[in-house]
């Protein structure tokens, strides 16, 4: 069937790799029968291509582009084994000029998103290799040639919607929402209020439109503080917001001072209010140069600022560039340690980690609301408001849970997917581009390290989220904003990927989860406790891949479990029958007596 052919497809992608083509494996049937059906139409093929290897060295193969993707078919391996890759994971191609290869002078670069490169040599007389790399560039850079992105063509049908996944009325219902303290307003319907916020938010309910507009014009980009999490207990919230225009001259807001005061007092738990800025402290002074700023505690008596003091989204991109060098094409196995260590990646995951602990002991433990921002709220501060709801809320560690985070304080509160990631922008050099929502999930990944029993979902579930944020196959991350992907009507024009996750929850299920309901999880935020994620960026390396079908080890424990839960629902049935029988024997024959039946799971 389709849908499962694409289920094959994208394990291939994920598992497979690189690993399983030099190991000889062929890919089935399934990898790519649903993609000759949808994209091949517009294929071009080169059948003298060189793919030079880094681990195998140069391979003769065949050259396939399509308007999704591009893929390698060796033809001198029996047998064969498939290089694919999906065009929107491409950041760069390049033309270049190749030594020691014979007659294939000519060569061509890829460099991708997802951590690897390619590099294929042709020969210079190939009469196609031209059109080859210009239909390579146009596929791969659609918005950039005035083209849809891919996901606008594509029709596949799954049995369940992922659109529907999130619902924010639902979810701020399930949070026990609206109550006497907030309410649900209507005041960004037309994104009027803050064109990247989503149209329904919660505010406190005493506040007027009018004063929420004056607020609104002393925040950066119109980010008002909004609700995004409150305890069931002790009504103590997560809000979210960006930075206040004070300004060098120390501007002053009455309306917006007196917004957080009316946020601290709808919680009766607490007579303070905790400001967790995510910047340092000496990035937010440069701020107030600018115009920008902080919150003086002059201005906001009850409240308490606190600087988390982490890096912006330029520190956090050459972080990443300098991962890639020591994990790919080669490593460096005497200097592992301290070239991981030079990148300063982990230290960046565990200061995000360190910072959502603090955000989520303020909640439970002090019973003390909390406003979070950063400059303009929309990267560091949704890192750290869905990292600190994961640890309060075991709802969100479900899957269908950590659909509606994401949906919720990553999407409608409008992180710049379009503009962190690059979907099919040639521009590779954009300053704008930072791999915020990937830390997110490595986040999310040491968090199921430390508790491997807390979430419902695997972690082929945050590598598929991860690779399908660039393959563009899905429209769920496309665009800047709600306002935007409402205009470009990105729900009824493309398909979600929890349409596919949800009709394959098999596949992302954790054999060993355990529902703790309202259990918190503090994770261990020191480099003890933290590794690098080896099955992400280094899965293209043959030599670090795992010795043992770790994802069908899995499958089959889940499968395993499932069988068990049966039969203890038969056993529980059976014994509520014998004690119903019991009951009814005792009441006909008083002299009669029996043990009742207790079970436990």
């Known amino acids: 069937s389709p849908t499962g052919s694409h289920v094959e497809w994208c394990k291939q992608l994920i598992a497979a790799t690189i690993s399983s083509q030099i190991s000889g494996s062929v890919p089935s049937e399934g990898v790519s029968r649903d993609y000759r059906v949808s ?3 517009n294929a071009l093929i080169s059948k003298d291509v060189m793919y030079i290897c880094p681990f195998m060295g140069a391979v003769s193969g065949t050259l396939t582009v399509t308007d999704f993707r591009m893929y390698i078919k060796s033809v001198e391996r029996d047998p064969p084994f498939v290089v694919d890759v999906p065009l929107g994971v491409i950041s760069r191609v390049e033309k270049i000029g190749v030594q020691s290869h014979g007659d294939n002078s000519c060569g061509i670069e890829i460099v991708c998103k997802d951590m690897r ?4 040599a042709y020969k210079q007389e190939e009469q196609n290799r031209l059109e080859i790399f210009e239909n390579l560039v146009t596929c791969a850079f659609p918005v950039s040639n005035g083209l849809p992105l891919f996901a606008f063509s594509y029709k596949e049908k799954f049995a369940l919607n992922g659109w529907k996944v999130y619902d924010p009325m639902a979810e701020y219902k399930r949070q026990g929402l609206p109550n006497e303290s907030w309410k649900i307003s209507k005041i960004n319907t037309t994104y009027e209020l803050c064109d990247t916020y989503p149209a329904v938010l919660v505010v406190p309910t005493s506040v007027k439109d009018d004063d929420l507009s004056k607020v609104a014009a002393f925040r950066a980009k119109g980010r008002v503080p909004v609700l995004s999490w409150i305890h069931p207990e002790s009504q ?5 917001c960006s930075q206040p225009s004070v300004g060098p001259n120390d501007k002053r807001c009455k309306e917006d001072e007196k917004y957080l005061q009316t946020i601290m007092d709808a919680n009766a738990q607490s007579h303070k209010l905790i400001i967790f800025d995510a910047r340092q402290n000496s990035v937010a ?14 201005a906001y008596p009850n409240a308490e600022l606190v600087f988390l003091e982490i890096h912006n989204i330029h520190v956090m991109r050459e972080s990443l560039r300098k991962l890639k060098e020591i994990v790919y094409p080669t490593i460096d196995e005497t200097r592992w340690l301290s070239n991981v260590d030079s990148t300063h990646w982990l230290e960046y995951i565990r200061m995000l980690l360190a910072g959502a602990v603090r955000i989520a002991d303020k909640i439970e433990s002090g019973k003390t609301s909390v406003v979070v921002h950063c400059s ?5 501060t949704a890192q750290l408001t869905a990292l600190a709801m994961l640890m309060l809320d075991s709802y969100y560690r479900t899957i269908k849970g950590f659909e509606v985070l994401i949906e919720k304080e990553w999407i409608s509160f409008g992180h710049r997917f379009a503009m962190r990631v690059g979907h099919g922008d040639d521009d590779h050099a954009d300053a704008d581009r930072s791999p915020i929502f990937l830390q997110f999930i490595d986040c999310v990944w040491q968090m199921t390290k430390q508790f491997p029993a807390a979430f419902e979902f695997n972690e082929l579930f945050l590598i598929t989220i991860l690779d399908h944020l660039y393959s563009c196959l899905f429209g769920t991350f496309l665009g800047n904003c709600e306002k935007e992907r409402l205009k470009e009507e990105v729900s009824t024009k493309t398909v979600s990927l929890w349409s596919y996750i949800n009709s394959q929850l098999d596949e992302f299920t954790n054999p060993f989860y355990v529902n703790y309901e309202n259990h918190v999880l503090y994770p261990v935020a020191s480099l003890n406790h933290l590794e690098l994620w080896v099955n992400y960026y280094v899965r293209w390396n043959p030599r670090m891949r795992p010795q043992v079908p770790i994802h069908q080890n899995l499958k089959e424990l889940l499968a395993i479990r499932t069988e068990l839960q049966k039969k203890v629902e038969d056993l529980q049935r ?13 009441g006909s024959s008083p002299s009669h007596s029996a043990t009742p039946v207790h079970t436990s799971v």
């Open 117 to 120: 490169n390619l590099r294929l």
């Open 574 to 586: 059976e014994a509520a029958t014998r004690s119903i029988s019991s009951s009814s024997d005792r």
């Open 376 to 380: 303009d709220g929309w990267d560091r």
């Open 39 to 41: 994209d091949s139409r």
């Open 236 to 240: 103590a919230t997560i809000t979210r």
């Open 285 to 298: 002074d440069t701020n107030k140069a600018k115009g920008g700023g902080y919150e003086s505690e002059s």
